[in-house]
């Protein structure tokens, strides 16, 4: 036998051992797992070449391992390397990045690189060195993204403008490609103005700033307005230091509120208060200005700190004041149109800020109070004479009522005292009504001058405002302005009459008006009022008159000069019960004197007793002191 063969066949005893003894320690792990037998070759070691005599120990193995290592590229997951594009296909590009096998990476990741040949450099990310497939994988996507992380970050720290391409529109935004990662931008960081059309800027490159990043999600949020206001805010500073209070700028008018106009001058914005459009009164900056409109005005003030600019456009022509015309003096009639109403009177104004005031005193010659908002009417034209004129403090007084005679002058001849009158009812007060004669002439009439037989707790219970009532002139206070006036006045007083038709004892018939815990109030004949106390509103079953019940009342007090009548019904049947009780009473008295009297002429005309005579005389005895015990028991 060749020594070859010798070789071999040891070589095969111990490839059959090793089979051997493997299977053994599956078997011992598994029990399912099948038995192999044992062969001739069992005992075979395949540390040994099978073509050469040649045997290696452990360290040269390992000496050789590391030199073979040694030839490739150690590579991490997660790691960043170069590599070489060494074949294309149709769907992936082959990198070699020096390490023991080459990588396949999808050509979609390769969209951005026009023209991309074998030989050319590449980044890539190793996502695993080794997969399922034993294959390498690699990623030029992520290894995008994460240097395009890296940049954000980097420009978010510096503050670095980039560019960046809008690719899409979404929720409250835009999706925007900044170094082939995407980025929000939110609606409200497109432009200074507001945006409300999304869809016109996908498509287009603009500029933008990183405003703020999320390290945990990798997410950045850009802005471009951050960079028109840096720009505005440059040109600001420069406005800003070039201003001076009276200097007139050429403006913009970009937004029109309640209090004023914004105007931009030209990258700096100033604010023309609604008083510092006109010199006259307008209700809304609208009324004179419009969106676009650009006009002159003057700086009347400004703020470094706050960047706060007062504009006036009023101020660039001459107060009207200062130019009033000499015809308008003390004394003068003048038309203007109410502008403005306060509680203590209105302004017209005579001409564009020129303005007058009418104070309530100066309404009307009447002495009753008048509601100046409501005589007045915004925008109404009115006559008035001027009163007072003051240039220099540019105040004006005026009056409507001098623009009449004053009525009180002859206020004598007009309305005498017990003269009647028709007037109107204009004012209710709880002690009385303010009636108006004649425009300026009115004058009381007192809750008790209403009526002779009502009382009233209110005078709106007899009359309404705007309701005509007959009146007589009671008495007149001219300097005060004053008139007294009567209703009831009108009538004779009935009180004189009915002293003896209500006397103090009769019975009249009347109606519950009203009842509370002190008593009622009883309507009686002739339309007079009494009242009843509550403890003589008791019946003689017990129980007490009602409200809007009618009955029997005897008068108990008349008082002509109060005008009171005080009533009671529980008297009424007191008295008639008293009444019997009393004639019963005298009819057992004289029932007595007659009985006494009997026995007396019995006495006179017995001559001589006798036994039925004796009991005569006990019957009458009996009946005698029964009659006496009964009468002094009812008194």
Do not use: C
Request: glycine share 8%; charged share 30%; proline share 2%.
């Amino acid at each position: 036998m060749s020594e070859n063969q010798i070789v071999n066949q040891n070589a095969d005893a111990q490839e059959n051992a090793a089979v051997a003894e493997e299977a053994a320690e599956v078997s011992t792990a598994t029990t399912n797992a099948p038995v192999f037998a044992q062969t001739a070759h069992d005992d075979f070691d395949w540390s040994v070449d099978k073509r050469n005599v040649v045997i290696y120990s452990k360290e040269e193995y390992a000496k050789f391992d590391t030199v073979y290592d040694g030839t490739f590229k150690q590579v991490n997951d997660g790691e960043m390397v170069e590599g070489q594009v060494v074949a294309l296909t149709k769907t992936d590009v082959v990198v070699n990045i020096g390490f023991k096998s080459d990588g396949l990476v999808s050509l979609n990741e390769f969209r951005d690189l026009q023209g991309l040949k074998i030989g050319d450099t590449v980044e890539v990310m190793v996502v695993e060195k080794e997969d399922r497939e034993g294959h390498l994988h690699l990623s030029r996507k992520l290894a995008r993204i994460t240097r395009a992380w890296e940049r954000i970050m980097e420009v978010h720290k510096t503050g670095e403008i980039v560019t960046g391409l809008v690719t899409s529109k979404t929720k409250g935004g835009l999706i925007v490609d900044v170094f082939g990662m995407e980025t929000f931008l939110p609606g409200s960081q497109i432009d200074v103005k507001p945006v409300t059309d999304y869809d016109q800027f996908v498509g287009k490159t603009m500029e933008f700033k990183v405003v703020k990043i999320n390290e945990n999600i990798k997410n950045a949020v850009v802005s471009h307005k951050a960079l028109i206001e840096s720009d505005i805010e440059a040109q600001r500073a420069v406005i800003m230091g070039k201003l001076e209070k009276g200097q007139v700028l050429e403006g913009t008018i970009k937004n029109i509120t309640d209090f004023g106009a914004f105007l931009d001058l030209g990258g700096v914005d100033g604010l023309l208060y609604i008083t510092d459009i006109s010199w006259g009164r307008i209700n809304h900056p609208s009324e004179v200005l419009k969106m676009d409109q650009k006009l002159n005005v003057v700086v009347l003030d400004f703020d470094d700190d706050k960047k706060r600019i007062s504009l006036g456009l009023k101020q660039l022509t001459p107060h009207p004041w200062d130019t009033l015309s000499e015809s308008i003096v003390e004394g003068k009639t003048v038309k203007g149109k109410v502008v403005n109403i306060e509680d203590y009177g209105a302004f017209l104004e005579i001409m564009p800020g020129v303005e007058g005031l009418v104070h309530v005193s100066e309404i009307s010659w009447a002495n009753t109070p008048i509601n100046a908002k409501e005589f007045f009417k915004m925008n109404d034209e009115h006559e008035a004479k001027i009163v007072t004129l003051d240039k220099d403090a540019r105040k004006m007084s005026l009056s409507i009522k001098q623009m009449s005679q004053d009525p009180w002058s002859t206020i004598e001849e007009t309305f005498p005292v017990e003269s009647k009158h028709k007037g109107l009812v204009k004012n209710i007060t709880p002690y009385g009504v303010f009636v108006e004669l004649k425009a300026g002439i009115g004058g009381m009439i007192h809750i008790s001058d209403l009526s002779w037989t009502k009382r009233f707790n209110h005078p709106g219970e007899y009359t309404k405002v705007g309701q005509e009532i007959d009146v007589m002139i009671l008495s007149i206070d001219k300097e005060n302005r004053k008139l007294q006036l009567g209703h009831k006045q009108l009538e004779e007083d009935p009180w004189n009459a009915l002293e003896q038709s209500f006397a103090i004892g009769s019975i009249h018939e009347g109606h519950v008006i009203k009842k509370d815990d002190k008593g009622a109030l009883v309507q009686l004949p002739y339309g007079i009022e009494g009242f009843a106390p509550a403890r003589h509103l008791n019946k003689e079953d017990g129980k007490t008159v009602v409200a809007d019940e009618t009955a029997q009342f005897m008068v108990i007090e008349f008082d002509r000069n109060e005008k009171r009548v005080v009533l009671s019904h529980t008297r009424i049947w007191e008295q008639v019960k008293a009444e019997e009780k009393d004639a019963e009473r005298k009819e057992k008295s004289a029932e007595a004197v007659r009985t006494k009297k009997a026995v007396k002429d019995v006495q006179s005309k017995v001559e001589k007793t006798t036994l039925g005579d004796l009991g005569v005389l006990a019957d009458l005895k009996k009946k005698l002191d029964s009659d006496a015990a009964n009468e002094n028991a009812g008194s």
